[in-house]
């Protein structure tokens, strides 16, 4: 399979670079900076969250073409993929049990807009009793 690939050019590495992104730079690095594409000379350009980023790595291109193992690194602001959440950190939501005790904490409030704030966090702070996901 790698010798079919090979004859795309240095493109056909990005699957296993990609792959491999996250454990080369660590995980924070990787939250703010990703491979984009190989250019011809072998040199990987990486997008990253925004122009600060991409002047601190930078200063640690050496290091990070010889842990992704590429010729070199160019970084520069640019889109980045959306991050994927895994189940246990999906947001959990209020039920209709948490929302029926939150309104029965907050009824004793007179003003409507108030009394329907306050019920919301009630709720929310429901939902986050009972589980340890964030909310």
Do not use: C
């Amino acid at each position: 399979m790698r010798a079919e690939l090979a004859r795309f050019g240095p493109q056909a590495v990005m699957v296993e670079l990609v792959d491999r992104w996250p454990r080369a730079v660590g995980e924070a690095i990787a939250r703010h900076a990703w491979p984009a594409r190989i250019a011809r000379d072998g040199t990987l350009h990486v997008h990253t969250s925004d122009s600060v980023w991409a002047f601190e790595l930078a200063h640690r291109a050496s290091e990070i073409a010889q842990r992704a193992n590429v010729r070199a690194v160019r970084f520069a602001a640019g889109p980045l993929p959306e991050p994927s959440l895994s189940p246990a950190e999906t947001p959990l939501r209020p039920g209709p049990v948490e929302e029926e005790l939150a309104g029965a904490l907050a009824s004793g409030i007179e003003s409507e807009n108030l009394r329907a704030t306050v019920q919301k966090a009630i709720s929310f702070s429901l939902v986050r009793g009972r589980s340890t996901r964030p909310v």
